[in-house]
């Protein structure tokens, strides 16, 4: 991987894990939720290909990955983490820049480019962000795993081509998962009770969808079933803008599955 700068920057009563790499038109990556979730877990495949091209931002989420915890509940908390996402924007060039966001990270991607005018375009993959029914394969992915076994049967979920599931992708987010001895209580009081609720806390209101104008591009999975198609669909309905990709052979992890047609789609879709 090319050379990124790592650094930590203090946000209100936590610390953000942020990365830098490449040079030119800039790009803020945003990652999803769930078991092992943060930049490395979701992005290591596309991280250098893209810091080859653009000048790549990307962070942890408060809760996830490098990234601090919070010091009280609630730790599911969308209007935290979008003034997270207007703090990393300090920490980037000023003028026009790109987004990349993925399931939960896809909805604070089109949030936050209702909100800024200084966003160019955004790329989406596995969107949340329209109303859908919480599923098995949804609260699996939103439930801690108790052993290599149980996260094993998580990715199962979130990647249709299972030959992507090597040990380097478990040990990976064991190390987030299993690396802190209080984060199994952290993570599961994230995410305790109904999980319809974070689907609604995620939604995008008429509002914010009709502010969304600038160029729009968005991934999903045919064989997505926790966070099924029907919620891009449902978003594209209010951006008349938008392309959708539908991927064969692609679950949940698009750029696990198919980094390559991310990558293309990127390339299309920003200025490099």
């Given at each position: 991987?090319?050379?990124?700068?790592?650094?930590?920057?203090?946000?209100?009563?936590?610390?953000?894990?942020?990365?830098?790499?490449?040079?030119?038109?800039?790009?803020?990556?945003?990652?999803?939720?769930?078991?092992?979730?943060?930049?490395?877990?979701?992005?290591?495949?596309?991280?250098?290909?893209?810091?080859?091209?653009?000048?790549?931002?990307?962070?942890?989420?408060?809760?996830f990955g490098r990234?601090?915890?919070?010091?009280?509940?609630?730790?599911?908390?969308?209007?935290?983490?979008?003034?997270?996402?207007?703090?990393?924007?300090?920490?980037?060039?000023?003028?026009?820049?790109?987004?990349?966001?993925?399931?939960?990270?896809?909805?604070?991607?089109?949030?936050?480019?209702?909100?800024?005018?200084?966003?160019?375009?955004?790329?989406?993959?596995?969107?949340?962000?329209?109303?859908?029914?919480?599923?098995?394969?949804?609260?699996?992915?939103?439930?801690?795993?108790?052993?290599?076994?149980?996260?094993?049967?998580?990715?199962?979920?979130?990647?249709?081509?299972?030959?992507?599931?090597?040990?380097?992708y478990i040990e990976?987010?064991?190390?987030?998962?299993?690396?802190?001895?209080?984060?199994?209580?952290?993570?599961?009081?994230?995410?305790?009770?109904?999980?319809?609720?974070?689907?609604?806390?995620?939604?995008?209101?008429?509002?914010?969808?009709?502010?969304?104008?600038?160029p729009i591009k968005?991934?999903?999975?045919?064989?997505?079933?926790?966070?099924?198609?029907?919620?891009?669909?449902?978003?594209?309905?209010?951006?008349?803008?938008?392309?959708?990709?539908?991927?064969?052979?692609?679950?949940?992890?698009?750029?696990?599955?198919?980094?390559?047609?991310?990558?293309?789609?990127?390339?299309?879709?920003?200025?490099?």
């Amino acid at each position: 991987m090319p050379a990124y700068r790592e650094w930590d920057f203090a946000f209100e009563d936590s610390t953000v894990h942020a990365m830098e790499g490449g040079a030119g038109f800039p790009l803020l990556l945003i990652h999803g939720s769930g078991p092992g979730a943060s930049t490395i877990g979701n992005w290591r495949l596309i991280l250098e290909p893209l810091a080859e091209r653009y000048h790549v931002f990307t962070m942890d989420l408060v809760g996830f990955g490098r990234s601090g915890r919070r010091s009280h509940p609630p730790f599911f908390d969308v209007d935290f983490w979008m003034r997270q996402a207007r703090a990393m924007l300090g920490h980037m060039p000023g003028g026009a820049f790109g987004i990349v966001g993925h399931s939960l990270g896809a909805a604070l991607a089109l949030k936050l480019a209702a909100t800024t005018p200084r966003v160019a375009a955004v790329l989406t993959t596995g969107a949340m962000g329209a109303d859908f029914p919480a599923n098995e394969g949804t609260i699996r992915c939103w439930t801690f795993p108790e052993t290599r076994e149980d996260l094993r049967a998580i990715a199962e979920v979130l990647i249709h081509d299972h030959r992507h599931i090597t040990p380097e992708y478990i040990e990976n987010r064991v190390k987030t998962l299993f690396g802190d001895a209080d984060y199994r209580d952290y993570f599961s009081t994230m995410f305790a009770g109904d999980r319809q609720r974070f689907v609604r806390q995620a939604l995008l209101t008429a509002a914010e969808l009709a502010e969304v104008t600038m160029p729009i591009k968005m991934l999903h999975g045919r064989e997505d079933t926790a966070f099924p198609l029907a919620i891009t669909l449902e978003l594209a309905k209010s951006l008349p803008q938008a392309d959708i990709l539908l991927l064969a052979n692609c679950s949940h992890s698009i750029a696990l599955e198919q980094p390559e047609k991310l990558l293309a789609a990127c390339f299309a879709l920003f200025p490099g």
